[in-house]
């Protein structure tokens, strides 16, 4: 079983910055891809930025240039700096985890974290 839990977001000024992370317990967390995702009221929830075990990393076209998705396995946590923040970042962020071995999150998801970015 995998725990995540999501913390470091809240109000922030548009072009302003906030770092999220992304701390797991349990087995194998290197071996598994972490994904954030985010869901505005009334919208459907969107994949904002991955990456596997190995390193790799993908972004929404929306967040590309802004966000960096990075991850620390020695202490089982991944983080997701948002820079250049905008009002339509505005949503709950969640992190999901892969099975092990894996590359694709969405197995294991924490209860998210609140982004709000004034204009």
């Known amino acids: 079983q995998v725990r995540l839990v999501e913390s470091g977001g809240g109000l922030v000024q548009a072009g302003g910055s906030l770092r999220l992370s992304c701390a797991a317990s349990?087995?194998?967390?290197?071996?598994?891809?972490i994904g954030w995702y985010r869901q505005a009221p009334g919208a459907q929830r969107e994949l904002v930025a991955s990456i596997t075990s190995g390193g790799n990393t993908n972004y929404a076209d929306s967040v590309k240039g802004r966000f960096t998705i990075s991850r620390d396995n020695a202490k089982n946590t991944v983080y997701l700096q948002m820079n250049s923040l905008k009002p339509e970042d505005t949503a709950v962020y969640y992190c999901s985890g892969s099975a092990a071995g894996t590359n694709w999150p969405g197995r294991y998801w924490g209860q998210g974290t609140q982004v709000t970015v004034s204009s």
């Open positions: 349990g087995s194998s967390f290197s071996s598994r891809a």
